[in-house]
Protein backbone atom coordinates (compact mmCIF):
# COMPACT_ATOMS: atom_id res chain seq x y z
CA UNK A 1 0.00 0.00 0.00
CA UNK A 2 1.35 2.92 -1.21
CA UNK A 3 0.86 5.59 1.05
CA UNK A 4 2.93 8.83 -0.75
CA UNK A 5 2.55 8.65 -4.47
CA UNK A 6 4.77 10.13 -6.95
CA UNK A 7 2.77 9.45 -10.26
CA UNK A 8 4.95 10.96 -12.73
CA UNK A 9 8.67 8.93 -12.85
CA UNK A 10 10.50 11.70 -14.76
CA UNK A 11 9.99 15.45 -15.88
CA UNK A 12 12.12 17.50 -18.11
CA UNK A 13 11.76 21.28 -17.80
CA UNK A 14 13.86 23.55 -19.72
CA UNK A 15 16.70 26.40 -17.95
CA UNK A 16 15.06 29.35 -16.86
CA UNK A 17 11.23 27.78 -16.86
CA UNK A 18 9.20 26.09 -13.54
CA UNK A 19 9.32 22.87 -12.60
CA UNK A 20 6.70 21.72 -10.58
CA UNK A 21 7.22 18.19 -9.29
CA UNK A 22 3.55 16.55 -7.58
CA UNK A 23 2.92 14.05 -4.97
CA UNK A 24 -0.06 12.73 -3.21
CA UNK A 25 -0.76 10.61 -0.30
CA UNK A 26 -3.46 8.74 1.47
CA UNK A 27 -3.41 8.98 4.80
CA UNK A 28 -5.06 12.05 6.27
CA UNK A 29 -3.37 11.79 9.50
CA UNK A 30 0.82 13.03 8.17
CA UNK A 31 0.77 16.44 9.41
CA UNK A 32 4.28 17.50 7.86
CA UNK A 33 5.84 16.98 4.77
CA UNK A 34 9.28 16.92 3.43
CA UNK A 35 10.70 17.36 -0.19
CA UNK A 36 14.11 15.63 -0.65
CA UNK A 37 16.67 15.54 -3.24
CA UNK A 38 19.59 13.11 -4.55
CA UNK A 39 22.03 13.41 -7.12
CA UNK A 40 23.59 10.06 -8.14
CA UNK A 41 25.70 7.86 -5.87
CA UNK A 42 24.92 10.62 -2.85
CA UNK A 43 22.09 10.24 -0.28
CA UNK A 44 19.69 12.35 -0.36
CA UNK A 45 19.51 16.02 1.40
CA UNK A 46 16.85 17.46 2.81
CA UNK A 47 15.36 20.01 0.54
CA UNK A 48 12.01 22.09 2.03
CA UNK A 49 9.04 21.03 4.60
CA UNK A 50 5.62 22.04 4.99
CA UNK A 51 3.52 21.33 8.67
CA UNK A 52 0.13 20.89 7.65
CA UNK A 53 -1.23 23.88 9.44
CA UNK A 54 0.18 25.90 6.23
CA UNK A 55 -0.42 26.01 2.55
CA UNK A 56 2.81 27.22 1.07
CA UNK A 57 6.67 27.76 2.82
CA UNK A 58 8.91 29.27 0.47
CA UNK A 59 12.90 29.09 0.26
CA UNK A 60 14.09 31.35 -2.12
CA UNK A 61 13.98 29.32 -5.52
CA UNK A 62 11.94 26.42 -3.99
CA UNK A 63 8.05 26.59 -2.81
CA UNK A 64 5.80 23.89 -1.33
CA UNK A 65 1.75 24.06 -1.58
CA UNK A 66 -0.18 21.96 0.31
CA UNK A 67 -3.74 21.47 -0.41
CA UNK A 68 -5.22 19.24 2.68
CA UNK A 69 -8.35 18.49 1.23
CA UNK A 70 -6.98 17.20 -1.68
CA UNK A 71 -4.01 15.13 -0.17
CA UNK A 72 -2.06 16.87 -2.69
CA UNK A 73 1.56 18.59 -2.46
CA UNK A 74 4.04 20.24 -5.25
CA UNK A 75 7.10 21.75 -4.94
CA UNK A 76 7.94 24.70 -7.26
CA UNK A 77 11.15 25.73 -8.66
CA UNK A 78 11.81 28.84 -10.39
CA UNK A 79 13.76 29.47 -12.17
CA UNK A 80 14.89 25.84 -12.89
CA UNK A 81 18.83 25.79 -13.44
CA UNK A 82 20.81 22.85 -14.05
CA UNK A 83 22.25 22.20 -11.06
CA UNK A 84 18.49 20.95 -9.97
CA UNK A 85 18.58 18.01 -12.26
CA UNK A 86 18.72 15.63 -9.44
CA UNK A 87 15.52 12.97 -8.55
CA UNK A 88 13.22 14.40 -5.87
CA UNK A 89 11.57 12.19 -3.46
CA UNK A 90 8.28 13.58 -1.48
CA UNK A 91 8.21 12.15 2.60
CA UNK A 92 5.20 12.68 4.95
CA UNK A 93 5.28 12.00 8.71
CA UNK A 94 3.02 12.25 11.60
CA UNK A 95 3.77 14.20 14.67
CA UNK A 96 4.88 17.29 13.59
CA UNK A 97 7.91 15.59 11.21
CA UNK A 98 8.89 13.48 14.58
CA UNK A 99 7.76 9.85 13.47
CA UNK A 100 9.45 7.75 10.87
CA UNK A 101 9.35 9.12 7.09
CA UNK A 102 7.18 7.66 4.36
CA UNK A 103 8.40 8.41 1.28
CA UNK A 104 7.09 8.79 -2.32
CA UNK A 105 9.10 6.49 -5.66
CA UNK A 106 10.90 9.94 -6.40
CA UNK A 107 10.69 12.15 -9.83
CA UNK A 108 13.59 12.82 -12.16
CA UNK A 109 13.85 16.38 -12.87
CA UNK A 110 16.45 17.20 -16.19
CA UNK A 111 17.04 20.75 -16.80
CA UNK A 112 17.85 21.34 -20.21
CA UNK A 113 20.16 24.12 -21.15
CA UNK B 1 23.39 18.83 9.48
CA UNK B 2 26.15 15.82 10.48
CA UNK B 3 27.76 14.30 7.93
CA UNK B 4 27.92 10.06 7.62
CA UNK B 5 30.47 8.08 5.83
CA UNK B 6 28.98 4.71 4.26
CA UNK B 7 30.59 1.62 3.28
CA UNK B 8 31.23 0.20 0.81
CA UNK B 9 29.49 2.44 -1.94
CA UNK B 10 28.81 -0.60 -4.30
CA UNK B 11 29.15 -4.74 -4.08
CA UNK B 12 28.50 -7.26 -6.63
CA UNK B 13 27.91 -10.57 -4.16
CA UNK B 14 27.14 -14.50 -4.64
CA UNK B 15 24.13 -15.80 -4.18
CA UNK B 16 23.91 -17.14 -0.27
CA UNK B 17 26.84 -14.98 0.90
CA UNK B 18 26.30 -11.99 3.94
CA UNK B 19 27.51 -8.69 3.19
CA UNK B 20 28.31 -5.82 6.00
CA UNK B 21 27.44 -2.17 5.59
CA UNK B 22 28.77 -0.20 7.79
CA UNK B 23 28.01 4.04 8.57
CA UNK B 24 30.02 6.55 10.84
CA UNK B 25 28.78 9.38 11.38
CA UNK B 26 30.73 12.43 12.65
CA UNK B 27 29.23 13.53 15.61
CA UNK B 28 26.78 11.73 18.42
CA UNK B 29 23.19 11.08 16.99
CA UNK B 30 20.49 10.42 19.18
CA UNK B 31 18.39 8.23 16.03
CA UNK B 32 19.44 6.11 13.32
CA UNK B 33 17.83 4.78 10.51
CA UNK B 34 18.41 2.09 8.02
CA UNK B 35 16.28 2.58 4.79
CA UNK B 36 16.51 0.06 1.75
CA UNK B 37 15.42 1.39 -2.16
CA UNK B 38 14.73 -1.45 -4.70
CA UNK B 39 14.64 -0.98 -8.28
CA UNK B 40 12.00 2.10 -9.20
CA UNK B 41 10.56 1.61 -5.79
CA UNK B 42 10.68 3.97 -2.61
CA UNK B 43 13.04 4.41 0.20
CA UNK B 44 11.33 2.09 2.46
CA UNK B 45 12.34 1.95 6.33
CA UNK B 46 13.94 -1.54 7.56
CA UNK B 47 14.76 -0.78 10.78
CA UNK B 48 15.75 1.94 13.66
CA UNK B 49 18.62 1.17 15.10
CA UNK B 50 19.21 1.54 18.84
CA UNK B 51 22.33 2.21 20.53
CA UNK B 52 23.29 -0.58 23.07
CA UNK B 53 19.87 -2.64 21.96
CA UNK B 54 18.28 -4.76 19.28
CA UNK B 55 16.93 -2.71 16.82
CA UNK B 56 13.03 -2.03 16.07
CA UNK B 57 12.10 -3.76 12.84
CA UNK B 58 9.06 -2.54 10.52
CA UNK B 59 6.59 -4.96 8.77
CA UNK B 60 8.19 -6.97 6.58
CA UNK B 61 11.81 -7.41 7.59
CA UNK B 62 12.96 -9.27 10.07
CA UNK B 63 16.16 -9.54 12.12
CA UNK B 64 18.06 -12.92 11.04
CA UNK B 65 17.78 -11.39 7.48
CA UNK B 66 18.69 -8.17 8.60
CA UNK B 67 21.05 -7.94 11.91
CA UNK B 68 21.91 -4.42 13.08
CA UNK B 69 24.53 -3.10 15.49
CA UNK B 70 24.90 0.30 17.35
CA UNK B 71 27.55 0.12 19.56
CA UNK B 72 27.48 3.82 20.04
CA UNK B 73 26.00 6.62 19.07
CA UNK B 74 28.22 7.30 15.76
CA UNK B 75 28.03 4.11 14.16
CA UNK B 76 26.24 1.09 12.97
CA UNK B 77 26.19 -2.09 10.77
CA UNK B 78 23.48 -3.37 8.85
CA UNK B 79 24.26 -6.88 7.32
CA UNK B 80 22.10 -8.32 5.00
CA UNK B 81 21.97 -12.26 5.69
CA UNK B 82 21.84 -15.17 3.29
CA UNK B 83 21.59 -13.20 -0.11
CA UNK B 84 19.68 -13.60 -3.10
CA UNK B 85 19.12 -12.04 -6.10
CA UNK B 86 15.81 -10.00 -4.76
CA UNK B 87 18.14 -8.20 -2.21
CA UNK B 88 19.63 -6.08 -5.01
CA UNK B 89 19.06 -2.29 -3.93
CA UNK B 90 20.14 0.25 -2.67
CA UNK B 91 20.78 0.29 1.02
CA UNK B 92 21.13 3.41 2.83
CA UNK B 93 21.80 4.84 6.60
CA UNK B 94 20.20 7.90 7.93
CA UNK B 95 20.80 9.54 11.00
CA UNK B 96 19.50 12.73 13.13
CA UNK B 97 21.11 14.76 15.77
CA UNK B 98 16.89 15.58 17.89
CA UNK B 99 14.00 15.89 17.25
CA UNK B 100 13.97 19.43 15.52
CA UNK B 101 16.21 18.23 13.15
CA UNK B 102 15.78 16.75 9.59
CA UNK B 103 16.92 13.58 8.77
CA UNK B 104 20.02 13.15 6.95
CA UNK B 105 21.39 9.90 4.61
CA UNK B 106 24.78 8.32 4.14
CA UNK B 107 25.58 8.05 0.48
CA UNK B 108 24.30 4.80 0.02
CA UNK B 109 25.41 1.13 -0.87
CA UNK B 110 24.71 -0.46 -4.35
CA UNK B 111 23.98 -4.03 -3.90
CA UNK B 112 23.65 -6.24 -6.79
CA UNK B 113 23.22 -10.15 -6.19
CA UNK B 114 24.14 -12.90 -8.87
Known amino acids: DQQVKQNSPSLSVQEGRISILNCDYTNSMFDYFLWYKKYPAEGPTFLISISSIKDKNEDGRFTVFLNKSAKHLSLHIVPSQPGDSAVYFC????????????FGTGTRLTIIP | SAVISQKPSRDICQRGTSLTIQCQVD?????MFWYRQQPGQSLTLIAT?????????ESGFVIDKFPISRPNLTFSTLTVSNMSPEDSSIYLCSGRRDTNEKLFFGSGTQLSVL
Open chain 2, 27 to 31: SQVTM
Open chain 1, 91 to 102: AASFLGGNEKLT
Open chain 2, 49 to 57: ANQGSEATY
